[in-house]
């Protein structure tokens, strides 16, 4: 309420850091990345040696040589027993990398969200944003982390065989080298055969999502228009849309895996046949041969994984991108002049104003004096609540000028305005903490100024009801609280701000007369602070306690004078 957070100034500086590909969230989570990659070097190293042991105790077994094998062989099973626990270890680092990846892009979204323009935010609707932090993370999670570690256990088991074919027997890459080059060719020719339905996916899971927030929000009118059939219709549709097209891509993943599959076999098998013919010439021994065949599959098997988890690697960019769009601020506001606090007066100058395709000021002109109080009246829909937003910052005019003293108010840096600004809004959010945390906003505040604040605001009856007072925990935005009660929240936190100028939209509205102008005079009497109330009802005890009264309609704004 008091302090809204958004800060134009810093959002020029956020767009220019976090302006980064998927890759790069990879850096961010340097320390599993760098530890991973090194202990899949490790393995492979290790697997190099082993093969080394295998080809030297084969030919020996041939051969009959009994002395090399039982030199060979204690230390060729310390590796392979060693394998095991180091194969655990890498399990444990890879699950380390996604989660802290994953938890990396999830905390830099929010961050980035509440860097967004008040009115941008607001215009582009809440359930792109919740869809962003559910469903795509978790599609990035599975389709861009996870598949990244197979990426990096295949690299590395890739060129560990090479090494050791290379090492071995190097004329064996007459052969795999062209096979190679036929997978490599249908890999990057069949990787594009996913990207589109992904991204068709992605945004059918959106539309979904969306329906689903707007429809579960709408509770109460669908059950009391028996909508229910209606709604539910069009949620299977939707549903089905993400089904279909999640079945397509497996389809397609399949027949791909497939194609491939048979391509590496083979390979192995061309391998084998000659391999086999030089056995017999006699220019290799077996255990070289039996070696070489594992290389060789092991050469082709990491390329067989990358054709699988790449196409949903790069089919997952998309997202991103899109949820970067969400992110970005399409204004980017220059630098702006520190607020010093009201001097003189607020004034409205020639002020218009409209929402897309709906009018709502014209050329209005108002003056609020500093320590002014000022009561805003008029029909519903005329537009009292827009004159607070355009006073908030969430909007600028689209002609006129609102001026604070001699600066024009989107000249000036919106977190030191908002730091002496206090807001009470319709809407009040409760968080899930302690009552004296929901008043003070978890500022640090004196039990005596608390305790007059509480009693101002007419919270005393709240407070005595519940047994632990302050320290009572409010959950679920307050759903225990009546309208009233969470009126008188916001009343408190305006109190507690420090501000110099209080804009207040229908506080009244949910709670009794008897306590609304009880409150309305306490807020009457502040000195120092300028005061905008906009309410539907005048009553006539606190009416005279206002400098003016204005009348919003069509589009103008009148003095109790011009009435
Ligand atoms: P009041 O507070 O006087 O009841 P508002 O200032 O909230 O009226 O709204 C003025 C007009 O602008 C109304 O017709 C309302 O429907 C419309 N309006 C308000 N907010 C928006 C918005 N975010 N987008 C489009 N139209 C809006
Ligand atoms: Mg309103």
Redesign the pocket.
């Known amino acids: 309420m008091s302090r809204i957070i958004d800060n134009n100034q810093s959002s020029l500086s956020s767009d220019k850091i976090t302006k980064i590909t998927l890759s790069k969230i990879l850096l961010l989570a340097w320390q599993p990345f760098f530890l991973l990659i090194i202990s899949e070097i490790i393995l492979q190293l290790v697997s190099i040696m082993i093969s080394f042991y295998i080809k030297e105790i084969f030919d020996a077994a041939v051969t009959g040589n009994t002395d090399i094998l039982i030199a060979k062989a204690p230390l060729f099973i310390i590796l392979v027993c060693g394998i095991f626990p180091f194969n655990t270890w890498l399990s444990y680092i890879r699950a380390m990398f996604v989660k802290k990846s994953s938890t990396i892009l999830k905390q830099r979204y929010l961050k980035r969200v509440f860097n967004k323009n008040i009115n941008e935010f ?2 582009s609707g809440i359930a792109g944003y919740i869809n962003d932090i559910t469903n795509n993370a978790n599609t990035l999670e599975e389709r861009y982390f996870q598949q990244m570690t197979v990426v990096i256990m295949s690299v590395t088991a890739f060129f560990g065989s090479l090494a050791i074919i290379i090492s071995i027997n190097w004329q064996t890459l007459i052969f795999v080298v062209p096979c190679l080059g036929i997978i490599l060719f249908s890999m990057y020719k069949t990787g594009n055969l996913l990207k589109k339905p992904e991204q068709k996916k992605a945004s059918y899971l959106e539309e979904y999502t969306r329906y689903a927030k707007e429809s579960l929000s709408a509770f109460r009118i669908v059950k009391s228009f028996q909508l229910e059939k209606r709604i539910i219709r069009d949620f299977n549709q939707r549903s089905k849309n993400v089904q279909d097209k999640g079945y397509e891509i497996e389809k397609r993943a399949t027949y791909l895996q497939a194609m491939n599959q048979f391509i590496s076999g083979a390979v192995v098998l061309f391998c084998l046949l000659i391999g086999v013919r030089a056995v017999t010439a006699g220019t290799v021994s077996i255990g070289v041969l039996f070696v070489l065949i594992i290389a060789v599959s092991n050469l082709i098997h990491p390329i067989l994984m990358l054709s699988e988890v790449l196409p949903p690697i790069r089919s997952v960019e998309p997202i991103f991108e899109k949820m970067e769009q969400h992110l970005k601020n399409q204004q980017v506001q220059k630098i702006k002049k520190p607020y010093p606090g009201l001097e003189q007066q607020i004034s409205l100058t020639n002020v218009s104003f409209d ?2 395709d ?1 009018p ?1 000021l014209k050329n209005a002109n108002a003056k609020f004096k500093k320590g002014g109080k000022y009561l805003i009246i ?10 607070l ?1 355009l006073l908030r910052k969430y909007f600028n005019p689209d002609h006129g000028q609102i001026m604070i003293d001699d600066s024009q108010l989107n000249e000036i840096d919106t977190d030191s305005y908002y730091q002496k600004l206090s807001n009470i809004e319709q809407n009040i959010f409760i968080f899930d903490d302690t009552i004296r945390n929901n008043i003070t906003l978890f500022q640090n505040v004196s039990e005596e100024k608390l305790k007059s604040v509480i009693t101002a605001a007419g919270l005393d009856n709240l407070l005595n009801s519940r047994t632990n007072g302050l320290d009572d925990i409010l959950i679920n935005n307050g759903a225990e609280l009546s309208g009233g009660e969470k009126a008188r929240i916001a009343i408190a936190r305006g109190l507690l701000a420090e501000a110099d100028i209080m804009l207040l ?2 506080p009244f509205a949910s709670l009794d007369d008897e306590t609304a102008q009880k409150i309305e005079q306490k807020l009457l009497q502040l000195s120092n602070i300028t005061i905008l109330n ?1 309410s539907h009802v005048v009553f006539n005890t606190t009416k005279n306690l206002y400098d003016d009264i204005l009348l ?1 309609k069509n589009g103008q704004i009148y003095t109790k004078s011009e009435k």
């Open positions: 607001q215009s929402y897309p709906i709502v008029g029909p519903s829909g005329s537009g009292k609540s827009t004159i937003r939209d229908e906009v919003v």
